[in-house]
């Protein structure tokens, strides 16, 4: 190669990581690539912002479509974000004008994924996107290229590290004797910068699905589909259920599951409970960590930062390295005319351990209408935890079952809501056996 040109659009904390990881690891990325890889063009909305490095001579764009058709841009870096809107018109603009795309845009992935990559194979040029899952570790590269000799039949993960953060912060409150609830550890989180203003997208379980979506994708070599993931967030996890994940021998993490059975393929990102002693246990605070399950490597496990702008530079390089190489891949593992159509498995059909946390008023005959409410579902229960009472007292009793149907599940549920005795909507988490 002589040189790569690239095209950086949007300098925020990707972009200008970016940019200067470029700078200062040309040499180094030189070697490696046997020739330079240069920033020629930048864009991002305010020309006039201090960037904390100097773009020299490199041309501005005040559109960034007008980047993604500069004909001194070999490589388009899309770094601005959304699904839509713009960081989309770039893309498409930059294919249409027969130039790679590396991307750290889950969002936009997990909706356009597999049409931007038809429509990148019919140009003849490559998406790449190790920065839009999990940061810095590279396990888009473990997958797509490290696995490619296994069937993988599992990926499981962490992989949003703000609830991560609230999680590890509450798990960590609960071990020190001090309770923190949900509420105040993601105020702390927004202080912090770990947590936006509008926290929704990370703590309501979307970010993790957008990743999800990918994974499966490059797992299984299945067409893109983020509309049929169960999501669910990590709003109604409290301390007491923090407190007893503890007592039981487990700690509660956000989890991103996506598992392929005679049934389909099951994606699914809801709060889990893992056992203290598995690895994934402890990948903590803002950290992502993620399991890969595959016949002939068997368990592989990732960790790391999953963002941050040093992190995901570095992610956004190592995808521009590649280019430079010419090393081709497929963007989602298999080329998009093999790509297949899965079914996708429900959520009803799963079956694994749970967690039900109930409030009672404590009086006689209260714990055998429970327990008749899981009989008539054939739910076997494994273990009982009831804290100190007074008759007539509101008391927290604590149930893990043995494997149930996630159906069976939901019906015992619907049942102990409606009696007298149980004061608030009954509480289950997903035990996930690793
Ligand atoms: N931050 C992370 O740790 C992280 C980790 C993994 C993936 N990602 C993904 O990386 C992407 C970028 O995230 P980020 O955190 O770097 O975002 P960010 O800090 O908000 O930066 C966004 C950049 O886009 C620019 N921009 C906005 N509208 C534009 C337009 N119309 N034309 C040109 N530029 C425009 C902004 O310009 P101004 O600077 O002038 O406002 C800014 O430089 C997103 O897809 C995100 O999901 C981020």
Sequence with gaps: MTKLRVGVAGLGTVGSGLVKLLLSQKSVIKERCGGPVLVTAVSAKDRARDRDFDVGKTVWHDDAVSLAKDENVDVVCELIGGAEGIALKVCEAAIGSGKHVVTANKAMLAVHGTRLAKSAEKHGVEIHYEAAVAGGIPIIKAMREGLSGNDVTGVLGILNGTCNYILTNMHDAALAGESRDFETVL?????????EADPSTDIDGIDAAHKLAILTSVAFGTEIDFGSIHIEGIRHISAVDIEYAIELGYRVKLLAIARKGIEGI???VHPGMVRERTAIAHVDGVNNGIVVQG???????????????NATASAVAADLVDIARGHQTATFSVPTTRLERHSAASIDGISSPYYIRLMLVDKPGVIADIAACLRDQNVSVESMLQRSRNPGDVVPVVLTTHEAEEASIQNALNSMEHLRSVIEKPRMIRIEEI
């Design 187 to 195: 105020d702390e989180a927004q202080r912090l910068g770990y947590a």
């Design 295 to 309: 016949n002939y490597a068997g368990t592989t496990i990732y960790e790391g930062p999953g963002a941050g702008g």
């Design 266 to 268: 099951q994606q699914r």
